[in-house]
């Protein structure tokens, strides 16, 4: 073969190469075009509805995205404190929150430690942090000094109080306590009062036991004047059992043996001093009595008893009885 036939014979053996080649050339290219396009984009079905009012078209217009957002939470919020308060569980969900930023308080150094209470007599020191209501749960940074004055004041044993707070952990609190005076009974029921009128508790300790005894309506305000005056007679003051009020104008005394003194309703002071002089001169306490008026300001009335009245009577009818015919009556 001449060199002619060899090179005719090799171009034809690389045309299908060539071929081959274009093919694959081509896929490629077609198969990026289709990866390439996008998925048609389908439209998104729209609501049929009614024209909204004027008021809807504003809000919407005019109201923020996460405006609405916030109002969601908060009707979310009012829901839940409603069910609060229509449950009756206000009073837990507050304790539950005080003890809560209590507890924090206490964990960062905050906790109370030291308490010192100054001035009480009647009340013991767990008694005034109960009725402050300070207890171990309390924390110095959330405790409100002028709450817990005002639930110190509020109880009658305390008539005033200070409240001072030491950081990190000591409270102190100083107190002036009322004095217990007297007893004061009215419709049956028995109480501890102080000077000025105040119940301070009913009467149920031994240790009130030998307070005077103030009866009536009206007797509490009134008892600190009139026993003032009555003890500037220590011998009628000395037998006197109760002092009792009547009509809110006028003092009764009932001694120990169960003698009645009705005292005027003006100038006392010279009724006691006359019966002070009647006991020391005439033993006036001792004879057998039951009562002595002096509500009229120029007599003095003495009652019996039943037993004098009786000899008395006894007495007339003999006395009576040995007169002579002749005499006069």
């Known amino acids: 073969m001449d060199g002619a036939g060899r090179s005719a014979r090799s171009v ?13 050339i081509g896929a490629a290219v077609l198969l990026r075009e289709r990866l390439g396009r996008r998925a048609p984009v389908q439209k998104r079905p729209t609501i049929d509805r009614e024209p909204s009012n004027r008021l809807v078209r504003l809000v919407e217009r005019y109201l923020p995205n996460r405006l609405g957002v916030a109002l969601t939470v908060l009707m979310l919020l009012g829901s839940a404190g409603l069910g609060i308060v229509k449950g009756g569980h206000v009073d837990e969900f507050m304790v539950g929150l005080s003890d809560t930023r209590n507890a924090l308080a206490n964990s960062v150094g905050f906790r109370i430690t030291e308490v010192a209470i100054n001035g009480r007599r009647q009340l013991s020191q767990d008694e005034v942090l109960a009725i402050g209501g300070v207890n171990g749960r309390s924390s110095l940074l ?25 950081y990190p952990g000591r409270l102190q609190i100083d107190i002036v306590e009322r004095t217990a005076f007297a007893l004061w009974q009215q419709d049956g029921r028995l109480a501890v009062i102080a000077e000025d009128g105040a119940v301070l508790e009913p009467f149920v300790a031994r240790r009130f036991v030998s307070l005077p005894l103030v009866v009536g309506k009206g007797a509490d305000v009134k008892a600190r004047d009139f026993l003032a005056l009555l003890d500037r007679y220590p011998q009628v003051r000395s037998v006197t059992k109760a002092a009792i009020l009547v009509g809110e104008r006028r003092w009764n005394l009932r001694l120990k043996d169960g003698l009645d003194i009705r005292l005027p309703e003006n100038d006392v002071g010279n009724a006691l001093a006359v019966l002070s002089k009647l006991d020391k001169e005439d033993r006036l306490f001792s004879r057998d009595i039951t009562a002595v008026d002096m509500r009229l300001p120029d007599r003095l009335t003495v009652q019996l008893s039943e037993e004098a009245a009786k000899a008395r009577e006894e007495l007339f009818k003999d006395k009576k009885s040995k007169k002579k015919p002749g005499d006069s009556a």
């Open 12 to 24: 034809r053996s690389q045309e299908p190469q060539a071929d081959l080649k274009a093919a694959a």
């Open 142 to 166: 959330f405790l409100d000094a002028t709450t817990l004055r005002d639930k110190l004041k509020a109880n009658p044993w305390i008539a005033d109080a200070a409240i001072l707070k030491l």
